[in-house]
């Protein structure tokens, strides 16, 4: 199996890595990086854990080669917001009880970031397709939709 | 995952190349959607070389020509559903596209991707096959078209050879006259494969006669076919409920000459309800 050098921008610092052919941008996140916000729940693209944003899109970071990635800009959860300064969605997911176990949390960040990017005022029903491809098995969703919404509300 | 040597070609030459020099060790990647999955769990491996097309921008591509559409097999499922040159043109495909999956789905998989899988259930192939589409396939020096229904042979089957490579898809834009419909059924509304689906294309005279019919089911066949028996009996007629009832019972009649199983008592009263409503989709009437 053959290495690549791969140049890769998360979260607005650039990054020389040399990567395994088969490497997932998820392992290289969270292995080599030590970004472990972003999970592995499924690893086979069903639950949306690993979601990440790639070049403005959204992705699943499980069905992702690195060495796919070369010259790429990633946003993780890590570079939404900071403890002491979080992102008006991490806000609004502690004000609406949107989290339980967490796990989800992640991805269901970066679903919303990249809804209310492209779509800085969204409908409850472009709300629930933007994050349906993230499993939540705890809060039946409801509090997280109420928590995008709200976020929404705040950004305007 | 299944350990391979990955490579990154700048062009689609170096790429043809590469799959001239590996044949049958090799196979192309692009969104991975499909492909790094399989590789996950062990079913592949003669798997050896992996080429990488995602940065071949030259395969990325919506045109419209002539009144042809031609689109570059990179395109993803998200630029499809996006499309006005497709919404407009062929609305049905842009449906298609929209349902697959889910938003990281449809921002990686490709429609080429989809194709060349071949799945029972792939969305992009009814609208494709009931627009006419045909696929180009190259190697090294030399390409060919096919007719999509030429091109896959059966379930994860095609006629793509190992040096071959899928690199455009080709098909003539809806007539203004002309109505689709496409619908699917799947265990949920987002995330779910499809258990079933239709395409629809009926073009109507001025006197609402259907001078043309095309009917295309997923899932329920061998592979997505067109079924001539359910668009002749609609085929110069103004369709009315028992027509259309009886197009669907003609898709019920391919799925169960395809075979039975246990779940076919459940499936023949759903394909001919869901052939229905892509038909009335088509005419625009109400179904509900």
């Known amino acids: 199996m053959n290495k ?6 998360v979260n607005g610092r650039e990054y020389k890595l040399t990567v395994d052919a088969n490497e997932r941008l998820l392992d290289t996140l969270r292995q080599q990086l030590r970004l472990t916000g972003t999970k592995e729940g499924c690893g086979i693209g069903e639950c949306g854990a690993c979601s990440v944003i790639l070049d ?3 992705v699943n970071s499980c069905m992702v080669l690195t060495a796919q990635c070369h ?4 946003e993780t959860v890590e570079g939404l917001g900071t403890a002491s300064k979080l992102h008006p969605l991490q806000q609004a997911f502690i004000d609406y009880n949107a989290i339980q176990c967490g796990f989800c949390t992640p991805g269901m960040l970066m679903a919303a970031k990249a809804l209310l990017d492209k779509k800085p005022d969204p409908s ?3 709300i629930r397709q933007g994050l349906s491809g993230v499993l939540c098995r705890c809060t039946g969703y409801k509090q997280i939709v109420d928590a995008v919404k709200a976020a929404a509300r705040e950004d305007k | 995952m299944l350990e391979f040597n990955l490579y990154r070609p700048g062009t689609l030459q170096e790429a043809l190349k590469l799959l001239a020099e590996f044949k049958s060790s090799a196979r192309v990647l692009a969104g991975g959607t499909d492909l790094l999955i399989s590789l996950g769990s062990r079913e592949r491996e003669d798997v050896k070389n992996i080429i990488d097309i995602t940065s071949l921008r030259e395969l990325d591509f919506i045109r419209e020509e002539d009144s042809r559409l031609r689109l570059g097999p990179l395109t993803v499922h998200a630029q499809i559903a996006d499309s006005p040159h497709i919404r407009q043109g062929a609305g049905l495909l842009a449906a298609a596209a929209a349902a697959i999956g889910s938003p990281q789905i449809r921002n990686r998989g490709t429609i080429g991707g989809n194709i060349v899988n071949a799945a029972v259930c792939a ?4 609208p494709l096959l009931a627009l006419g589409a045909t696929v180009k396939l190259e190697r090294l020096g030399e390409s060919r078209w096919l007719p999509l229904e030429e091109f896959i042979t059966g379930p994860n089957r095609t006629g793509l050879e190992a040096d071959e490579m899928l690199t455009e898809i080709a098909f003539a834009k809806l007539p203004a006259t002309a109505g689709w ?3 699917r059924l799947a265990r949920r509304e987002a995330m779910a494969i499809a258990r079933m689906n239709v395409a629809v294309i009926l073009d109507r005279d001025s006197r609402g006669r259907v001078v ?9 066949l061998a592979s997505p076919a067109r079924i001539p028996a359910a668009e002749n009996i609609l085929l110069g007629q103004c369709p009315d ?6 197009a669907g019972q003609a898709v019920a009649a391919a799925m169960t000459a395809a075979g039975r199983r246990w779940s076919t008592p459940y499936k023949e009263p759903a394909i001919i309800a869901l052939t229905e409503r892509a038909i009335k989709q088509a005419l625009e009437v109400e179904w509900r």
């Open chain 1, 124 to 126: 409850e029903a472009e």
């Open chain 2, 241 to 246: 409920e028992e027509r259309i009832h009886q």
């Open chain 1, 71 to 74: 010259g790429s800009r990633v």
């Open chain 2, 181 to 183: 419909g496409f619908m």
């Open chain 2, 212 to 220: 043309s019919a095309c009917i295309a089911p997923g899932a329920v």
């Open chain 1, 56 to 58: 403005g899109k959204l």
């Open chain 1, 4 to 9: 690549l050098p791969v140049i890769l921008t």
């Open chain 2, 123 to 126: 969305d992009t192939v009814p």
